[in-house]
């Protein structure tokens, strides 16, 4: 089993700066890929960032060029998010894929930007 705990978020003002970051616990070498996804108000959930073991990313078009996914170890990734705009409000949730099969998400935590 994997377990994913986030930290970070908060209320931001438009064009400020959050880091948001993700620890896994658990079956941690058993993870391929670990990411962010996130789920605004009345929005479906989408991804933001993610990145691969092999420390391949891949990331929205609307957070290009302004947030940066990193991985420290196997198990910790960071979400660095710069020029943060109103329409990036949202619940942003911790994602891991586990043994190519399985996704594990984490409790999500908020980002509000306030324009």
């Known amino acids: 089993q994997v377990q994913l705990v986030e930290s970070g978020g908060g209320l931001v003002q438009a064009g400020g700066s959050l880091r948001l970051s993700c620890e896994a616990s658990g079956s941690i070498f058993s993870i391929n890929a670990m990411g962010w996804y996130r789920q605004g108000p009345g929005k479906q959930r989408e991804l933001v960032a993610s990145?691969?073991?092999?420390?391949?990313t891949t990331y929205a078009d609307s957070v290009k060029g302004r947030f940066a996914i990193s991985r420290d170890y196997a198990n910790i990734v960071h979400l660095q998010m710069n020029s943060l705009k109103h329409e990036d409000t949202a619940v942003y949730y911790c994602n891991a894929v586990v043994n190519r099969l399985t996704t594990r998400w984490g409790q999500g935590t908020q980002v509000t930007v306030s324009s």
């Open positions: 990145i691969t073991t092999a420390g391949t």
